[in-house]
């Protein structure tokens, strides 16, 4: 079973701060993805990372494929109240594969 | 709206009842998955389809959870003589299956409150 840890669990911070949220395992993976869900709504694809060592940008979001395709990173700059959610990070699914594992989640609350 | 569609949103039931959720996936997606949330959690995968055949299913998935697809469309989710610790929020989500990257798309999500 691939394990997805990510850190930390939680963080607030005030609007115009940077962060940055971790997701950490073992195993290899050939493709990893970042959700972000808000409260009473499902989880909604930000980025799809296939490549090790890979950086996308999306706007003030910068995500990053570990160099051996077994983490990732989130890196938010100047954030925003609008950023409040909760991040995960998931693996696996890729064509003939099953199921898509999911992270621990990363609580982000931003403050004015 | 062609998205995922999920209903009920919020079903609050008395211990011992059972309960039934439904979700009508994107047309074209031959895939369908069901996941359970916690709050503050990452949601935790159930069981899925690939059309109308069940190919997986968690350890999770205890004799009381039924889930079926009977016609590679909608899938229904039913949950018998439900426990307080059934008490969650319930996803659906779809893809297709020949995608590279394996994105799903998910519904609002069943909230389930069992008193």
């Known amino acids: 079973t691939q394990l997805l840890e990510q850190s930390p669990q939680f963080l607030s911070i005030q609007e115009g701060e940077n962060l940055t949220v971790y997701c950490n395992s073992s195993s290899v993976f050939s493709s990893l993805q970042w959700y972000r869900q808000e409260p009473g709504e499902g989880p909604v694809l930000l980025v799809t990372?296939?490549?090790?060592?890979e950086v996308k940008k999306l706007k003030r979001l910068t995500f990053q494929f570990g160099d051996a395709r077994k983490d990732s990173s989130l890196h938010i700059t100047a954030a925003q109240p609008g950023d409040t959610g909760l991040y995960l990070c998931a693996a696996g699914g890729a064509g003939t594969a099953s199921k898509l594992t999911f992270g621990t989640g990363t609580r982000l609350q931003v403050t004015l | 709206d062609t998205g995922v569609s999920q209903n009920p949103r919020h079903k609050i039931t008395k211990r011992g009842q059972n309960v039934t959720f439904r979700c009508d996936p994107i047309?074209?997606?031959?895939?369908l998955y069901w996941y359970r949330q916690t709050l503050g959690q990452g949601p935790e995968f159930l069981t899925y389809f690939q059309n109308e055949a069940q190919l997986e299913k968690s350890r999770l998935l205890s004799d009381r959870f039924s889930a079926e697809r009977p016609k590679g469309s909608f899938s229904t989710l039913e949950i018998q003589r439900t426990e307080q610790g059934d008490s969650a929020m319930y996803l659906c989500a779809s893809s297709i299956r020949l995608a590279v990257t394996g994105e799903l798309f998910f519904g609002e999500g069943s909230r389930l409150t069992v008193l």
């Open positions: 047309s074209e997606h031959n895939r």
């Open positions: 990372v296939v490549t090790g060592g």
